[in-house]
């Protein structure tokens, strides 16, 4: 048997102790903490597989909705306010992807586009977020509770608001890629987006565009978490930086701008000044009279 060389080990513990002791004497004399690891808490999501209680919003019958969630929906005409349920194991279709729960949202012979959203507390600002939901989707003209036919054409997705602004409908969200007309399965969807406040809000949304017998949504088993832990590995594209809106910033104010006008009648001259504000006005009118940007369409 090889004999332990315990004098060797010795030696080299003592040196690793060395440069160890002379880092930290170092790093006390600069002001610099090598060995200083600030971990990021990841907030948590208050009833994210709906196994806790269900409420009435708003003390209306078909809005029963999971604890810690609120409700959100299209208000125009073009869709109708779909009724909320709680969808139960073994009652049922027990449409359920885990527990004994999970949150049931739909409209008979109608479309919508509603769904839940919540805000999330302690979020740090830059930090990148990954939002994810299980959903299933049942539309059908038929009633055959197992097979979509002459569907909706329906999508489930999530979304994220960086700001944390609880009009989820707002075009600062930012919504993942959806399951369009994926039926009759559970699918995970998600969003990964950057936090721009100390809170965000996380929804999820439900669409269905056309008025069939039946569509359907539910949503199970919410899940936030750092986007950096789940990109696949140390090989992974890193997350591109997000660039917020620009905010307008006025032409500084100058002396107008006249000069001669070569093929004008003798003595003309342009006040560019002039066609600036009248084009400015223009713009301005435009802007005002747009419509708002919608998703998905």
Known sequence: M???NSSGWLISLLIVAVVLVSAAVAGSATGWRPFTIQAVAVPTITNPGFEGDFYLSGGVGELVIGDGW???YDPSSKHHRPEYKPETVNIGRGRVHSGQNAQKLFTTYSTH????YQ?????????????????YQWSSSQDNPDWSEGDGK?????????????????RT?????????VYDHWTRVEVVAQAWSDRIVVAFRHTCQWPVEHNDGYFDDAHLELASVATGGPTSTPLPTYTPYPTYTPAPTSTPRVEPCPTCEPGASIDYAEIE?????????????????????
Request: hydrophobic share 45%.
């Open 277 to 297: 504000r009248i084009v400015r006005a223009v713009v301005t009118q435009l802007l005002a009279e747009r419509e708002p940007v919608r998703w998905p369409r």
């Open 70 to 72: 609120n409700v959100w």
């Open 113 to 116: 586009d509603a769904g839940l």
């Open 154 to 170: 329906c999508s489930a997705l999530v979304g994220i608001n960086p700001w944390g602004d609880t009009n989820v409908m707002r």
């Open 173 to 181: 969200t930012i919504w993942g890629q959806e399951a369009m007309q």
């Open 119 to 135: 805000i999330v507390y302690g979020t740090e600002p830059g930090q990148w977020y990954r939002f994810s939901m299980w959903a």
């Open 2 to 4: 090889a004999k332990h």
